[in-house]
């Protein structure tokens, strides 16, 4: 069977309405993984706090949690300003996790997901991913934050010394706003997946951008987060299972899909519902 190994922050996440949960693009590819019936661990850092109810959830979505104790959970609080778009403030970040914090028992992964939310994959484990398939879904890498915690986009400085050894890097059109170009020269290096909202992906290989991959319109949209993450593990998954990068794409969107249909990771769907989606 495919391992899969999650390495990223899990997060607190705190919502206007006074609502909580656990969050982060590692627990939600861990997630997704697990759902498609995959040997699924996650290695995080979590404060005493949160740690019992991350146990919970991970036992009830199969997940191998490997978590790291951390003096504070990497916290944000959510908002959403006049027009609609998501502004996040960092409240509490924990330490970063190295390629010494994997154990050595999940390696080598036949497919590695690291999942940033705030610059914590160490450079260790970017430089030199300990799988055969390593996707690194970088939106972490791509945001500093202020000294209120308001986070806001910025440049990853060394990237390109880094990521020439990963198997392909998901951003969004969001990630990318303020560096458009920022993709097709990441792509001579390495394989890039663009996600593109309700319209799909769009692959990019050797500088040059493929045809987008359509997205699969799902039953309901209720929750658009964790969509992006869901996508990074069906894309690493598609890629271990030896489907090429457009193909893994398309697979990648139809985990994706059934990620919006409910809140947080009650949406996601096992293997048999995913095959069918993409049958038509």
């Not at 850092?45 to 949160?50: L, M, P, T």
């Not at 036949?110 to 799988?131: F, K, M, N, S």
């Not at 209720?222 to 457009?246: C, K, N, S």
């Not at 990648?252 to 949406?267: C, Q």
Request: aromatic share 4%; hydrophobic share 50%.
């Amino acid at each position: 069977m495919t391992r899969v190994v999650a390495v990223g922050h899990v997060t607190h996440d705190l919502f206007p309405d006074g609502s909580r949960r656990l969050g982060g693009t590692a627990l939600y590819a861990a997630a997704a993984a697990a759902r498609l019936g995959l040997d699924t661990a996650l290695v995080t850092r979590v404060g005493r706090r949160e740690r019992d109810e991350l146990a919970r959830v991970c036992a009830q979505s199969g997940i191998d949690l490997r978590a790291h104790d951390a003096e504070v959970t990497t916290t944000f609080v959510f908002r959403w300003d006049e027009a609609g778009r998501r502004v996040l403030r960092l409240k509490a970040r924990s330490r970063s996790l190295t390629r010494a914090d994997v154990p050595p028992e999940l390696l080598p992964a036949d497919a590695l997901v690291l999942g940033t939310v705030a610059h914590e994959i160490a450079d260790d484990l970017i430089a030199a991913p300990p799988a055969r398939i390593s996707v690194l879904a970088a939106q972490g890498m791509l945001r500093s934050w202020d000294a209120d915690g308001t986070v806001r986009a910025s440049p990853w400085t060394g990237a390109e010394e880094l990521i020439r050894a990963l198997s392909c890097i998901v951003l969004s059109e969001e990630d990318v706003a303020v560096d458009p170009g920022l993709v097709e020269r990441w792509s001579r290096l390495v394989p890039m997946a663009l996600t593109l909202a309700e319209r799909g992906a769009r692959p990019y290989e050797n500088g040059r951008p493929a045809a987008e991959v359509a997205a699969f319109r799902p039953a309901a949209v209720v929750d658009t987060t964790g969509a992006g993450d869901a996508f990074a593990a069906g894309l690493a998954v598609a890629l271990a299972e030896g489907r090429p990068l457009a193909e893994a794409c398309r697979f990648a969107n139809a985990v994706a899909s059934f990620g919006l249909e409910a809140a947080g990771t009650a949406g996601l769907a096992g293997r048999a519902a995913v095959e069918r989606r993409l049958a038509g």
